[in-house]
């Protein structure tokens, strides 16, 4: 694994409709090979908490469910890169939505003295997203979430901590997974064109198992087989 890990870009960009597992691939390639999983929502929580200028307005979007302007997010994002470690391993998760963002992003990268190695894309299906997706449950009480097929509580829809019934939240219901990943797909297309077009882009299928994606993962990722 070490052999492997060793090729692991130092800096990934990683995209993918909601319900694609993409932070679970991430948070397993930093267990295994290390590096870091960066995002905005973590960003926004934290600077938010610490009242770092521009931070407050930001998460205003953020309650709201609007996106926050790209210049205040990469604002806040030079800010936000400067707690990690220049030597680590970066996988950003979902930070470039626009092909608005793409400059954008390449000047932060350049800023930190970065290049973007690849781009990961999680491709899913409608139709697998809605057999993923619906198939989610949350705990009204104290917000757990479960996945009847791969995150199963132990007694059939109760929450273990609370055992209370547990629930489909009104985003996983197949019309409103359709609508959202018609959306994606709309505004994600032109994001992947100008990163296929540098040939940095690795398309990977996210319907199988989580083992499976992650070994395509790895082997997309260094060229290794096996």
């Not at 960009?13 to 397993?28: A, E, V, Y």
């Not at 791969?150 to 996983?172: A, S």
């Not at 990977?204 to 290794?224: F, M, N, V, Y």
Request: aromatic share 8%; proline share 4%; glycine share 8%.
């Amino acid at each position: 694994m070490k052999a492997i890990c060793k090729k692991i870009p130092k800096t990934i960009l990683f995209l993918g409709p909601s319900g694609s597992g993409k932070d679970t691939q991430i948070d397993l390639l930093a267990e295994k090979c290390g590096g870091k999983n960066i995002g905005t929502g973590d960003m926004f929580r934290t600077l938010y908490e610490e009242k770092v200028d521009g931070s407050v307005e930001a998460y205003e979007y953020v309650k709201k469910g609007i996106w926050v302007p790209d210049e205040l997010v990469y604002r806040l994002f030079s800010e936000w890169l400067k707690r990690f470690d220049r030597e680590e391993n970066w996988y950003f998760s979902q930070v470039v939505r626009t092909p608005e963002q793409v400059p954008l992003f390449d000047g932060l990268m350049e800023s930190v003295g970065r290049t973007l190695d690849s781009v990961v894309h999680f491709a899913l299906s409608k139709e697998a997203a809605v057999e993923r997706m619906s198939l989610r449950r949350v705990c009204p009480k104290c917000g757990r979430d479960f996945h009847l097929k791969f995150d199963k509580p132990k007694i059939d829809e109760l929450c273990d901590d609370c055992g209370v019934k547990l629930e489909t939240r009104d985003d996983d219901y197949p019309e409103a997974i359709m609508q959202r990943m018609e959306e994606y797909e709309n505004k994600v297309k032109p994001v992947l064109d100008i990163y296929k077009k540098r040939g940095i882009l690795i398309e990977i299928d996210a319907s199988p198992s989580i083992q499976e994606i992650h070994k395509t993962l790895l082997e997309r990722l260094t060229g290794a087989k096996g």
